[in-house]
């Protein structure tokens, strides 16, 4: 794994995510190919957020739609505490891949979900 930047790192901490996804996620996204993060960081409507299930109802932040079109927020459950790693990992960049994606498939008629797994996939972290 590739240390985070500091630039990085304070991007990621404005998400004020639980430690433990923090550590997750950062390990993910410091794993995307340069274009992909620079969608994400690029865009100001990108958010990550986590919640408990069991404190519903919960706050979702969002981030203001940009002009590219509405806003994109992964929201990831901190009962992923429970599973394993490659399990967690795989589940975050799966849900980034469908962010970046704008939860299409990567051509015309390409499921949305196997595109995900497929992209999650591309970037080392395959469907456990």
Known sequence: MTPASPLLEDWLASFSLEP????????????????????????????LCDYEPSHLPAHIPLRSPSARGPSRCVVLKRTLRRRPENFIRWVIAHELAHAHL???GRHAGEDPEHAADSLAADWGFPRP
């Open 102 to 104: 704008r939860n299409a």
């Open 20 to 47: 433990f996804l923090h550590t997750h996620v950062t390990v993910v996204v410091t794993a995307l190919p340069p274009h992909v993060l620079h969608d994400f960081r690029s865009d100001p409507s990108f958010s």
